[in-house]
Nanobody, 122 residues
């Protein structure tokens, strides 16, 4: 599966932003999807994950409370809605896909998109 993340940009602290990831292929609903981010000088970290059927979601402390992950299997997309953004949310945001749950939540999904830059100014 090929992934393309988009929707990043420059926003101010307190703003909201939605990043999206479009996937190729006809079996999108069979993949667990995750959103990750990597800030300059820091390791990549998981933000949120969602199961193929969207029944199960998982948020790390990074994403809990302000971020919402969702997916539309008819459109082969997965979104990350980010609210009340802070300067420390500045990072490149990546989407990833894996047939199984654990690789995503452990940070080593099988397929990765190229990332989209989110910059939050203070």
């Amino acid at each position: 599966v090929q992934l393309q993340a988009f929707g990043g940009g420059l926003v101010q602290a307190g703003d909201s932003l939605r990043v999206s990831c479009a996937a190729s292929g006809r079996t999108f609903s069979s993949y667990v999807m995750g959103w990750f981010r990597q800030a300059p000088g820091k390791e990549r970290e998981l933000v949120a994950a969602i199961s193929g059927s969207a029944v199960r979601t998982y948020y790390t402390d990074t994403g809990k409370g302000r971020f919402t992950i969702s997916r539309d299997n008819a459109k082969n997309t997965v979104d990350l809605q980010m609210n009340m953004l802070k300067p420390e949310d500045t990072a490149v945001y990546y989407c990833a896909a894996d047939p199984n749950w654990l690789p995503i939540v452990k940070g080593y999904g099988r397929y990765w998109g190229q990332g989209t830059q989110v910059t939050v100014s203070s």
